[in-house]
């Protein structure tokens, strides 16, 4: 396991691109990819997509981001990878729709927000699971999905 305190600076740093750029040919560059969500935690443990073991305990003011690099060695570099966040926009005909919509997404424990009268529901797996969830609403012609997210 290796041990990650700090994050040595950006993928897209001249000063890291010519290095990164070689290890990656000789093969030895890993990526160690993270959920939008656990991007704001300071500790947690992941593999990064080569299998190696990582535990992160990065300072309270450190935030991961894309391109990060956590290590940097002669032949071997591990880059942060993060996730984009998927959003499924749904459409609620009325008020009272709105409300049960609300409602019936919070027994689910999904994680939502609001943008207007419109409910963006956080993808954490599959969109037809939440479609299929959503079938009595859809089915009723109480909401629209919107495609555009």
């Known amino acids: ?3 990650i305190t700090e994050i040595l ?4 740093d001249p000063a890291f691109a010519d290095r990164l750029h070689t290890i990656s040919h000789e093969g030895g560059l890993e990526y160690f990819e993270v959920k939008q969500r656990d991007a704001q935690r300071r500790r947690f ?3 990064t997509d080569r299998g ?4 992160l305990t990065l300072p309270r003011d450190i935030q991961l981001s ?6 940097l060695e002669s032949k071997r570099a591990i880059v942060v990878r993060v996730d984009v966040e998927r959003w499924l926009r749904v459409l609620p005909r009325d008020a009272a729709v709105a409300l ?5 997404a919070g027994n689910l424990h999904w994680r ?3 943008e207007g009268t419109d409910l ?5 797996g599959a969109r037809e699971n939440y479609l299929a969830r959503l079938q009595e609403f859809l089915l009723a012609h109480e909401i629209e999905i919107s495609n555009d997210d």
């Open 1 to 3: 396991m290796i041990l």
């Open 9 to 12: 600076g950006s993928a897209s």
């Open 45 to 47: 443990r992941g593999k």
């Open 52 to 55: 190696t073991d990582c535990a």
């Open 66 to 71: 894309n391109g990060d690099v956590l290590l």
């Open 100 to 104: 049960r919509l609300g409602y019936h």
């Open 112 to 114: 939502v927000q609001i």
């Open 120 to 124: 963006l529901i956080l993808l954490e």
